[in-house]
Antibody
C-alpha cells in the first residue's frame, strides 16, 4: 500500500523558517518525481515545488511566487522528500501536501497534508 | 505561465442529474490535463488524466473530454458522494498549474 506522511507543520512566527518532511513507503521511490502542493484555508490548490528523480538529475522546479524562499530536496535512501521554507509570511499559512508524480505527469498519490500557520 | 480557468465556480445539482464543468487553458496544452476530486477534510484524488482517461477505480459516470485549450468533466447520474471540489491541472510540463476549482453541491 502506498503511504505518504507529511510532518513538521505547526505554528511559526512571521519571518521564521520551517522544514517539512514527507516519508513514503509502498512504492519504488526512486522511480518517481515528488511535489509539494499547498492549500490556504478556504482556497484552491497551489503547486509549490517539484524534484525529479535521479534519471532526471534531481532537477528542481519552483512556483514563481515562492522562488528564493523555498528549497525542495530528497533522500532516496530514506524514501523521503523535504521542503524548506524561509521568510514565512501570513499568506504561507496553508496545508502542505506531498504528492507522488509519475514521470508522465500524474500526481496519483497524495499525503494527508501538514498544517502550517504563520502568526505572531 | 499557462493559466487554467474553471467554470462555473459552483453548482447545485440533484441526485441523478448530469453535470458538466469546464476548464480552459490560456495556451494549447494538448491533452495534458488531469482532474482531481477533493472532498471536505480530505486530500485531492486523481480522477482523470490525459484529458479523458479514468484513473484506477474511478466510476465510469466520470468522463473527461477535450483537447488543446478547452476541457470538460462530466458526471453522469450524480450521486450524493460526488459532492466535492473539482480541480483541473495542467500536467506533464512545469509548472503543473491548477485551476481555481468548481464546487459541486448536491441538493
Amino acid at each position: 500500500e502506498v503511504q505518504i506522511l507529511e510532518t513538521g507543520g505547526g505554528l511559526v512566527k512571521p519571518g521564521g523558517s520551517l522544514r517539512l518532511s514527507c516519508a513514503t513507503s509502498g512504492f519504488n521511490f526512486n522511480d518517481y518525481f515528488m511535489n509539494w502542493v499547498r492549500q490556504a484555508p478556504g482556497k484552491g490548490l497551489e503547486w509549490v515545488a517539484q524534484i525529479r528523480n535521479k534519471n532526471y538529475n534531481y532537477a528542481t522546479y519552483y512556483a514563481e511566487s515562492l522562488e528564493g524562499r523555498v528549497t525542495i530536496s530528497r533522500d532516496d535512501s530514506k524514501s523521503s522528500v523535504y521542503l524548506q521554507v524561509s521568510s514565512l509570511r501570513a499568506e504561507d499559512t496553508a496545508i502542505y501536501y506531498c504528492t507522488r508524480e509519475e514521470t508522465t505527469g500524474l500526481m496519483d498519490a497524495w499525503g494527508q497534508g501538514a498544517s502550517v500557520t504563520v502568526s505572531s | 505561465n499557462i493559466v487554467m480557468t474553471q467554470s462555473p465556480k459552483s453548482m447545485s445539482i440533484s441526485v441523478g442529474d448530469r453535470v458538466t464543468m469546464n476548464c480552459k487553458a490560456s495556451q494549447n496544452v494538448y491533452n495534458n490535463i488531469a482532474w482531481y476530486q477533493q472532498k471536505p477534510g480530505q486530500s485531492p484524488k486523481l480522477l482523470i488524466y490525459y484529458a479523458s482517461n479514468r484513473y484506477n477505480g474511478v466510476p465510469d459516470r466520470f468522463t473527461g473530454s477535450g483537447y488543446g485549450t478547452d476541457f470538460t468533466l462530466t458526471i453522469n447520474s450524480v450521486q450524493a458522494e460526488d459532492a466535492a471540489f473539482y480541480y483541473c491541472q495542467r500536467i506533464y510540463n512545469s509548472p503543473p498549474t491548477f485551476g481555481s476549482g468548481t464546487k459541486l453541491e448536491i441538493k
